[in-house]
Every structure is written in C-alpha cells, then in structure tokens.
T-cell receptor, first 112, second 115 residues
Framework: GEDVEQSLFLSVREGDSSVINCTYT??????LYWYKQEPGAGLQLLTY?????DMKQDQRLTVLLNKKDKHLSLRIADTQTGDSAIYFC????????????FGTGTRLQVTL | EAQVTQNPRYLITVTGKKLTVTCSQN?????MSWYRQDPGLGLRQIYY???????DKGDVPEGYKVSRKEKRNFPLILESPSPNQTSLYFC??????????????FGEGSRLTVL
C-alpha cells in the first residue's frame, strides 16, 4: 500500500525559513497536499500541488515536488510563532478515488 | 458557513459501553471518511463512504462500524470499545476524487478515552 513518511519534529527561530520534508511511495499520485493542524483543531488544507508540477509558490509558502525521488517539501519563509503547528503531508492516488494517505506529521516549533 | 461537525468533542467511557460519534457536513459532499490520529502514526483511515448506502473499510476498521443513511451524516459506532481505541478521531468530507482538487474538509476532532 501507499506509504508517506515525514520527520516528527522541527524547531526553527522566528524569522528563519522552515523546510518540512516528505517522501512517498505511490508513483501514481495525482495530487499532493500539505495540511496544517493547530492545537486542539482539525486539519486545514494549507496548499497542494498537482503531480505534473515541480513547484508552487503561494505567499510565504513554497512547495517543491521531485517526482523522480518521490520527495515533497514545504518551505515557509519568515517563519512566525503562529506557524507553530503539526504539518501533514498527504497524497491522493488514482487507484482509490478520494482517499488521502497521510504522513505521520511534523511538529514545527518556532522559538523566539 | 461550510463545515463538518462532530459530537461529542470529548468523551471518557469504559470498556464495552457502546458509543456513537456523530458527524454531519453541510457542503453536500458525496465522500465522507473517518480517521484516527495517534502519536507517531499520523492519520489512519477507519472507514469511508462514497455516497449514501455505500461504505467501505479503510486501513484500520476493526472494532468500528459506520452507516450512511443520509448524505450529510456519517456516524462512527464503537459497539464494544476497548482501551486501544483511545484516540483522537476526525471526520472528513469532500467531493469525489476527480472533482476539483479532492480537498478533504475536516471536523474539529473527537477525543475519546476508553478506560
């Protein structure tokens, strides 16, 4: 089955850039997503990238996709304390319509 | 406001006492799903439903039941809860795969403790 992996924890200083990495195994993934989970809340879609794209930029967020290596990354520029959260990578394949497979989540801690 | 609503948000129960976690969405989504979130394991899918009266097992369905009698509701039933079902549960909904981006909309979560 599909497998999505992330490191569990990342700590950065306020104002620095954060890079959260994700690897996946399903080569037929169509969309790849980044979700953000703030404490005590559900997951909210942060951004997504279609599998035929290499990069997507949205304000402070940059998503890079390396299909050959099955590697996805999320870069947050000028990280703020409000960015402290758990970030989940997820992929949707063509085989099981609508199902998203999630990674373990990366807890981002932003320090002053 | 478009939303997915789960109840209860918090529940402490005892082993063997049947319980139901309700989920309702107001976006007319065909697809609904239940996930559980456990530390170090991320989100794992329990059951999903492609439409009314159509449900299927996810990756970790043991000990759970679901029903989809109406489009908006997708309750999760624990017939005989056990301590290993202590977890944070999320309901989610979306348009079917292939429609737009397939974004999942999540409820706020239900934290269940089984003693």
């Amino acid at each position: 089955g599909e497998d999505v992996e992330q490191s569990l924890f990342l700590s950065v200083r306020e104002g620095d850039s954060s890079v959260i990495n994700c690897t996946y195994t399903d080569s037929s993934s169509t969309y790849l997503y980044w979700y953000k989970q703030e404490p005590g809340a559900g997951l909210q879609l942060l951004t997504y990238i279609f599998s035929n794209m290499d990069m997507k930029q949205d304000q402070r967020l940059t998503v890079l996709l390396n299909k050959k290596d099955k590697h996805l990354s999320l870069r947050i520029a000028d990280t703020q304390t409000g960015d402290s959260a758990i970030y989940f990578c997820a992929e949707r394949d063509t085989g099981t319509a609508s199902k998203l497979t999630f990674g373990t989540g990366t807890r981002l801690q932003v320090t002053l | 406001e478009a939303q997915v609503t789960q109840n209860p948000r918090y529940l402490i129960t005892v082993t063997g006492k049947k319980l139901t976690v309700t989920c309702s969405q107001n976006m007319n989504h065909e697809y609904m799903s239940w996930y559980r979130q456990d530390p170090g394991l991320g989100l794992r899918q329990i059951y999903y439903s492609m439409n009314v009266e159509v449900t299927d097992k996810g990756d970790v369905p043991e000990g759970y039941k679901v029903s989809r009698k109406e489009k908006r509701n997708f309750p999760l039933i624990l017939e005989s809860p056990s301590p290993n079902q202590t977890s944070l549960y999320f309901c989610a909904s979306s348009l079917p795969g292939g429609r737009l981006t397939g974004e999942l909309f999540f409820g706020e979560g239900s934290r269940l403790t089984v003693l």
